[in-house]
């Protein structure tokens, strides 16, 4: 918990922001073991991945409620790596066998990188974000997803 002000500052600065520290504190204080940062040894937070479990008509999926890495430290392999430690914890601690991601439909780079992950889009969800902008909804299917290496929360 005490990540959130370094994670937000991190969230604003890669988006134009959807999230506040509240909705950064609910989400972590819900699901702790589905956070996760890209720390410096000097403790600087330069990436984070959250995620949350849903219930939908009575059947329970993973959601990748955020991502980002910071500027200087892209196409290292660490957004790549922040989602693979996120779907071992939604495997290994809650028998998930799909993970959903919701991402603007203006975010080509966003949908470039979740399709490399093997995510498959399932269609167009309007006005998502808070800002009314329009959403991708990505699925990527987990029940043969191999325990990779991801970082460390
Ligand atoms: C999306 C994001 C998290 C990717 O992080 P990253 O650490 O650069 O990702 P990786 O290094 O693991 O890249 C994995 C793959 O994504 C693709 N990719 C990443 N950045 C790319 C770019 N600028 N152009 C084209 N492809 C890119 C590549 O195919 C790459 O695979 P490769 O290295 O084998 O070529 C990062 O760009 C980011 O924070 N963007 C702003 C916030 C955002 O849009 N978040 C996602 C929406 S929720």
């Known amino acids: 918990m005490s990540d959130v ?16 520290a509240i909705q950064i504190k609910c ?29 939908k008509k009575k059947q329970e999926y993973g959601v990748l409620t955020s991502l980002a890495v910071n500027k200087q430290f892209r196409e290292k392999g660490y957004g790549t790596k922040l989602c693979n430690s996120l779907f071992n914890a939604l495997v290994q601690n809650y028998k998930a066998n799909m993970v959903t991601v919701y991402t603007s439909i203006t975010n080509e780079l966003a949908l470039q990188f979740y399709k490399n992950l093997n995510f498959e889009n399932e269609g167009i969800e309007s006005e998502y974000f808070s800002d009314m902008k329009d959403a991708y909804v990505l699925k990527r299917n987990l029940s043969n997803f191999v325990v990779t290496e991801g970082v460390g929360n």
């Open 27 to 55: 989400c972590m204080g819900e699901f702790p073991d589905l956070a996760f940062v890209l720390e410096s040894t000097a403790k600087e937070i330069h990436g984070y991945i959250l995620g949350e479990m849903r219930i």
């Open 5 to 20: 002000p370094k994670i937000l500052k991190c969230h604003q600065q890669n988006f134009e922001p959807y999230l506040c």
